[in-house]
Structure formats: structure tokens, C-alpha cells
């Protein structure tokens, strides 16, 4: 049996024993001395990945936790978006 397998701009049949998939996951790195303790990122996260940390920073802050579930970040970036003081810096 063959699976319709997109690769760059052609499709190509391949049988399903030969596909190999890779799966791109996020690391998210939060800058705690800028991160304010806002929690837009925390509501932005579609897997909910972040939360309002326990520990004040510098600035007397709650700042923003990074909760890694077994790679699930998905790497699409809306909490850094979402961030006004550009503590969170996303990377695939």
C-alpha cells in the first residue's frame, strides 16, 4: 500500500515501511530578569506549557515558567508574540 507523501513541491508515492517523519519541537527560553510576570504568554499557550512561577526575579517579579511535557511544545511562537517585554525567545 503507498501513502501520499508531500516532498518540497512534488508529491511522491512512497510504500508507508519507507516514510520517516520528523517532528520539529520548540524550546522556549524566558528571559527572567525581563518577564514582568503578565501572564499574557501563560493564556496564549494553545498547550499550556507556561505558568506564573514561584520564585521573584530581580525586579520583585513572579516571572514565567516553562513547563517541558515530554518535547510537547509545538515551537509556534505565540507566547513570544504575545510577550510585551520580549522575555521569551522561541526556538525549532
Sequence with gaps: M???V??????LHAPCAMLKYEVFMGKVVI????CKGCALCTTACAKKLLKIGKEFNKSGYYAV???CEDEACTGCALCAEM?????IEVWK
Excluded: V
Excluded at 6 to 11: D, I, P, Q
Excluded at 31 to 34: C, F
Design 65 to 67: 515558567e516553562f513547563i
Design 2 to 4: 503507498a501513502q501520499r
Design 83 to 87: 510577550c510585551p517585554d520580549a522575555a
Design 6 to 11: 508531500r516532498s518540497g513541491k512534488a508529491f
Design 31 to 34: 528571559n527572567r530578569e525581563y
